[in-house]
């Protein structure tokens, strides 16, 4: 489904370029779940950024192939791209926060990519988005769907965005760091979900995140990137019970030990 | 051992929507010599509140007891950015605690930093840069050096490593262990990491609401709790952390 | 790569119209090509000639000198005003934001009076208690410049005041002074240096406006603004001496915005 081939992100900054992202591949089937771990500035969120279409085009140089569908999302037009966001390909963010439009209901928010993509009115909306809220496991939702996002909890507002995304059922959700601004009950809430979520519908999950251990729980296969590279790639359990590189070892040493 | 630190009913008030409400909310406790107490807790919980309230930065609406038995506790951040000041050279923020406490004189002042540089592990050239070359384990660093200059007994930490990259979280803690053990300090250590709190400390409470509701070994803690609300705690981190 | 460009290009028009303002300045201290003062009759309103580059006014004086001895005149009134705005702006915004409470709160009701009152209105007033002229329109323009200078210094102090790292010096044991001299007001250069640019700005505009109304500096010393008042009759007749002062107030302003703006960029 999704077939990333040595990309590549370069950005010039007067006489000096600084190589973001160098020769990543990835693969990706329906129903897989993918980890990228790594540190800050390893190049994992410029990836997943790249891979939803969301870089912009000029002060960016980009080369490589990614490969969605059987479409090179790199240099296909503007507009067969806007179909695809959002559609085909949803992504959430760390902080909920920024990524809601604060003066927008709930209802109108989630509603969004209906509004788009499709040419339902304004009742069948309103259900598909009902629906939707219900799906991420939220109570009363006629009443979230009338209320604004500063108005819900860190956790409440992680699942509208979850329910945003899923609402056109897309074949792939870019999870950024989705549970690090959240405390640690929330966080495994929003684990669960996003399983149930592969697991209901077959959606295919790229996961980021720089913490390892929760990337081992949830994720079939992980990749490794330190400095834009791809240091080590392959199943989770393979890499973390024999990490090959000195760097996979380094940042598994480093997890805390638990005392679980 | 020594008490070196007893809170007894505190209170902090704030005001909230023009209701009344208490960050921290009738809290006891005491820290001893030479031990690590954790303070774990979600956020909004009070802990925050809690710490600044012990070290005089919030006076106002403070209501109960705080006996120190030693000098000045000193306080590490979570984001070491932010408590450098941005216009000054590592030496100078050094220097700064010893010319605060006076009776220093140029050269002892000198040679008090180097000792303390090799102690936390930074090289001697870092002393004429400014913050922002550095990087945020290394600010880090001289966060905790600038905190024990004026050789305090306790050290209250808040989240000191939750803003830095895993790898250097772990040189945090080490450093962290080592001067607990080497300078037999006392470390009052705030995280909402359960994790690191089991690994570093010897004791631990759990807050929630301004009240702390679980307070013992850790061991007591982690794995037989007696509050419900640590319950979900611990469940939420065993599903976090263990895969199923 | 866009943004850098013009960021440069704004800095060096900057540093260029500034530049030459400079040279203006130096020159109308140490030499004018004439005596800016000396009236001749023959000259009267001549144009633009090799001997006399701007032309001659209404009394036959040499209006490139006039113009190098008014630059020099408008650039002590704004930098003057500037000054006295910024010291007693930056003392009282940073007492306000630093301790808050009942102070703040007063001290800045004031600054909110004094701001809603219109700063012409303000400047006239205190000119007609204490007379026209040079020092009286300094005096004038300073106390109308120093509420917009408190008021930003405030904001900047109020940002500093609660980062951690003014708690760590408090923990250390630090003074209230040690803490707002040697921790907080290094911190506000970057905001003084555009504020004090944007605010010479607004000077040479208001030193401009007040002689133009006549309330600035005395004839026949000159400055922009009065000659532009001046040459206001013969506007029609003899545009040239309103074109030059007009176009260096231009030039003036024009220099030190993009010079603000580009050190405003610079990280």
């Not at chain 2, 070290?55 to 951040?77: A, S």
């Not at chain 3, 400079?22 to 140490?30: D, N, V």
């Not at chain 3, 915005?257 to 050190?263: E, F, H, P, Y």
């Amino acid at each position: 489904m999704l077939k990333v081939t040595d990309l590549c992100i370069k950005v010039h900054e007067k006489t000096t370029t600084d190589t973001l992202v160098k020769d990543v591949d990835l693969y990706m089937d329906r129903g897989d779940i993918l980890g990228i771990v790594g540190e800050s500035g390893s190049g994992k969120t410029m990836t997943a950024l790249s891979i939803a279409g969301l870089l912009s085009r000029h002060d960016m140089e980009k080369s490589g192939e990614i490969e969605f569908e059987g479409i090179n999302l790199l240099n296909v037009e503007r507009r067969v791209l806007r179909k695809l966001q959002g559609n085909e390909i949803s992504m959430i963010f760390q902080e909920p926060l920024n990524s809601l439009n604060p003066l927008r209901k709930i209802g109108w928010l989630v509603e969004e990519s209906l509004r788009i993509h499709t040419t339902l009115d304004k009742e069948e909306r309103k259900e598909r988005a009902l629906k939707a809220l219900r799906d991420v496991e939220l109570d009363n939702v006629e009443a979230i769907y009338e209320s604004y996002p500063h108005e819900l909890s860190g956790g409440m507002r992680q699942r509208v965005m979850i329910a945003a995304a899923m609402i056109i059922e897309p074949k792939l959700l870019i999870a950024d760091e989705p549970t690090t601004a959240l405390d640690v009950t929330i966080q495994a809430e929003i684990v669960e979900l996003l399983k149930k979520i592969n697991r209901e519908r077959n959606t295919a999950i790229l996961f980021i995140s720089h913490d390892l251990s929760l990337v081992n729980t949830l994720c079939e296969n992980v990749i490794v990137m330190q400095n834009g590279l791809v240091v080590e790639s392959g199943k989770c359990s393979d890499i973390f019970n024999n990490p090959q590189e000195e760097y996979t070892k380094k940042l598994i040493a480093a997890i805390p030990k638990s005392p679980f | 051992m020594e008490n070196v630190l007893e809170v007894k009913d505190l209170y902090v008030k704030f005001k909230k929507d023009k209701k009344p409400f208490y960050a921290v909310d009738g809290v006891s406790f005491e820290i001893k010599e030479g031990e690590i107490l954790g303070l774990a807790g979600e956020s909004g919980c009070g802990k925050s509140s809690l710490s600044r309230a012990i070290l005089g930065i919030i006076k106002k609406n403070v209501t109960g007891e705080i006996i120190h038995y030693t000098k000045r506790p000193q306080m590490v951040f979570q984001d070491p950015a932010g408590s450098l000041d941005p216009g000054k050279r590592i030496g100078f923020i050094l220097e700064e605690p010893l010319k605060i406490q006076g009776g220093f004189s140029k050269e002892e002042r000198a040679a008090e930093v180097m000792n303390m540089l090799h102690l936390v592990d930074l090289p001697e050239e870092i002393l004429n840069r400014f913050p922002d070359e550095l990087s945020g384990g290394q600010r880090q660093r001289v966060c905790i050096a600038a905190a024990l200059m004026q050789k305090p007994k306790l050290l209250i930490a808040d989240e000191p490593v939750s803003a830095l990259d895993v790898t250097v979280q772990s040189q945090i803690l080490e450093l962290l262990k080592k001067l607990h053990k080497e300078l037999n300090l006392s470390v009052l250590f705030i995280s909402h990491d359960l994790r690191v709190v089991y690994n570093l400390c010897d004791r631990v409470m759990v807050m929630k609401s301004g009240k702390i509701v679980d307070m013992g070994l850790k061991d007591e803690v982690f794995f037989n709790p007696k509050d419900p609300y640590t319950r979900i705690l611990m469940d939420a981190a065993r599903t976090k952390y263990v895969k199923n | 790569m866009e943004v850098n460009k013009n960021k440069r290009i704004k800095l060096i028009l900057g540093i260029t119209l500034t530049g030459i303002i400079f040279i203006m300045l130096l020159l109308g201290i140490i030499k004018t090509p004439y005596d800016p003062m000396e009236m001749s009759s023959e000259l009267k309103l001549t144009g633009a000639s090799f001997k006399h580059i701007m032309g001659c006014d209404q009394f036959g004086r040499d209006v490139f000198s006039r113009i190098l001895v008014g630059v020099k005149e408008t650039l002590i009134v704004a930098g003057a005003v500037v000054l006295i705005g910024s010291f007693f702006g930056t003392i009282l915004g940073t007492i306000t934001g630093y301790y808050g409470g009942i102070l703040d709160e007063i001290l800045m009701r004031i600054t909110d009076a004094v701001l809603a009152f219109p700063s012409i209105l303000l400047c006239l007033l205190i000119i007609s208690l204490l007379g026209g002229g040079r020092n009286t329109l300094i005096l004038a323009l300073g106390i109308a410049f120093i509420p917009s200078f408190a008021r930003i210094i405030r904001g900047e102090v109020l940002k500093i005041r609660s980062l951690d790292y003014i708690y760590s010096v408090k923990l250390f044991g630090a003074s209230d002074l040690r803490i707002i001299f040697i921790h907080i007001i290094p911190n506000l250069k970057k905001v003084l240096l555009s504020t004090v640019l944007i605010g010479f700005n607004n000077a040479v505009l208001a030193e401009a406006g007040m002689s133009y109304l006549g309330m600035g500096v005395q004839p026949p010393m000159p400055s922009l603004g009065r000659m532009l008042s001046e040459a206001q009759t013969y506007i029609f007749t003899n545009p040239s001496i309103a074109l030059f002062p007009g176009l260096i107030i231009v030039m003036m302003i024009l220099g030190f915005s993009l010079l603000a703006d580009a050190v405003s960029d610079l990280k």
